[in-house]
């Protein structure tokens, strides 16, 4: 059962365009959700995190929307650049037990220059 | 840099024989974890360690075993490698200060052959 749902394998857009990835989850005990970026042959990087408690956390060029009663998330990115073509990983966690991370599938980002 | 080193970075290794893998952080983090890639799976948690000798198995633990004997290092064996093991291995730690945020090492390539 598939806790953190990605359901676009990919997305492309425009350099200087705006990125838009989205997650979904299922479990209402998740309170902590974060995006990670990975490239090829290197492990995942963190990027940003939001708390239940909040809508909205931005860095940078990244934004991170939650939308709780939807259970849904989606990270902004403005104005995309080439450097984040990257997959992009979804994962939530709770509070509770040993805060283990649950990670979705990915989406696969390329902005074309 | 999260401080994690995982060794092997690539390893080819035949079907039926044992292999460990090995993560060494240098932060006396308590939390570690070793997660999984694999495409249209994403990022899976294999087993994670909450302090010396304390472990537990994640969503995908079967055919995996996992030793913390001191704090710095967390081993991933598998006991009998079987083609369905072949994957990207990565290694996590989760800082006491960072909430439920995790960060990882450089990933350990292994095939299984």
């Known amino acids: 059962d598939q806790q953190v749902k990605q359901n676009s394998p990919s997305l492309s857009v425009q350099e200087g365009r705006i990125s838009i990835l989205n997650c979904d989850y299922t479990n209402s005990m998740f309170d902590y959700f974060l995006w990670y970026k990975k490239y090829p042959a290197e492990g995942p990087t963190f990027l940003i995190s939001i708390s239940s408690i909040k809508d909205k956390n931005e860095d940078g060029r990244f934004t991170v929307f939650l939308n709780k009663s939807a259970k849904h998330l989606s990270l902004h990115i403005v104005p995309s650049q080439p450097g984040d073509s990257a997959v992009y990983f979804c994962a939530a966690s709770s509070s509770g037990g040993y805060q283990k991370v649950t990670f979705g599938t990915g989406t696969k980002l390329q902005v074309i220059p | 840099d999260a401080g994690i080193t995982q060794s092997p970075r690539h390893k080819v290794t035949e079907t039926g024989t044992p292999v460990t893998l090995r993560c060494h952080q240098t932060?006396?983090?308590?939390?570690m974890y070793w997660y999984r890639q694999d495409p249209g799976h994403g990022l899976r948690l294999i087993h994670y360690s909450y302090g010396v000798k304390d472990t537990d198995k994640g969503e995908v633990s079967d055919g995996y075993s996992v030793s913390r004997s001191k704090t710095e290092d967390f081993l991933l064996t598998l006991e009998s490698a079987t083609s369905s093991q072949t994957s990207v291995y990565f290694c996590?730690?989760?800082?006491?200060?960072?909430?439920?945020?995790?960060?990882f090492g450089e990933g350990s390539w292994l095939t299984v052959v």
């Open positions: 932060e006396n983090h308590r939390y």
């Open positions: 996590a730690i989760r800082p006491g200060f960072s909430g439920n945020t995790i960060y």
